[in-house]
């Protein structure tokens, strides 16, 4: 079954610190991996996209990494900002004729001041 | 603003009512797709076009739901005889024809908001 699990499901950090969110997936064939933000009560905006032979990709502060051999993907912010409390969505497509993009349920950030 | 734009942004309903939102894609983008989002949850798919043609529907997708694309251009999405289990965001999103590699990247619209009471 075509699976996207993120982790933690919920994070609070001061401003100024990094933090490490995951994401796990099954999604077969696989074809690329986007991590997505979204404010409250707006829609998501995409912040990076690797394809199978990438393993990193970095968007300003954010890192996202790719281990498609465990299937596993990891989003890095660096020097959290009060703006980057958000929901951070872990998106993976199938590499097929037809249509298959499965959304995590997101990880939800609280920074705090 | 070339991005995409859907109306209304909030709508409270009375149950059994219904209720229509409409997607403006990015002009060039020859998919769109509609998606449903629950506090605290992902984006669930609904269904997606190409063109004007409605490719595939989810199941979550139920007789009430009803969704088109006429010109290949705007789509709408509508939803007869409201249910309070159907309060929920309403996603709507475009991208080019999904493809190998970087292919079909969705780009969202702020997304409808619906309350039924």
């Known amino acids: 079954k075509n699976q996207v699990e993120q982790s933690p499901q919920s994070l609070i950090i001061l401003e100024g610190k990094n933090c490490t969110l995951q994401c796990n997936y099954t999604v077969s064939p696989f074809s690329n991996l986007r991590w997505y933000k979204q404010d409250t009560g707006r829609g998501p905006v995409s912040l990076t996209i690797?394809?199978?032979?990438?393993n990193t990709k970095s968007n300003g502060r954010y890192t996202a990494t790719l281990d498609a051999d465990t299937k596993q993907s990891s989003l890095h912010i660096t020097a959290s900002q009060l703006s980057d409390s958000a929901s951070y969505i872990c998106v993976v497509s199938a590499e097929t004729g037809g249509f298959k993009t499965i959304f995590g349920a997101g990880t939800r950030l609280f920074v705090k001041a | 603003d070339t991005g995409v734009s859907q109306d209304p942004r909030h709508k409270i309903t009375k149950r059994g009512q219904n209720v229509t939102f409409r997607c403006d894609p990015i002009s060039e983008h020859n998919r769109l797709y509609w998606y449903r989002q629950t506090l605290g949850q992902g984006p669930e798919f609904l269904t997606y076009f190409q063109n004007e043609a409605q490719l595939e529907k989810s199941r979550l997708l139920s007789d009430r739901f009803s969704a088109e694309r006429p010109k290949g251009s705007f789509s709408t999405l509508e939803i007869q005889r409201t249910e309070q289990g159907d309060s929920a965001m309403y996603l709507c999103?475009?991208?080019?024809?999904?493809?190998?590699?970087?292919?079909?990247?969705?780009?969202f619209g702020e997304g409808s908001r619906l309350t039924v009471l």
């Open positions: 690797m394809t199978f032979s990438e």
């Open positions: 999103a475009s991208s080019l024809t999904l493809g190998q590699g970087y292919g079909g990247e969705l780009f």
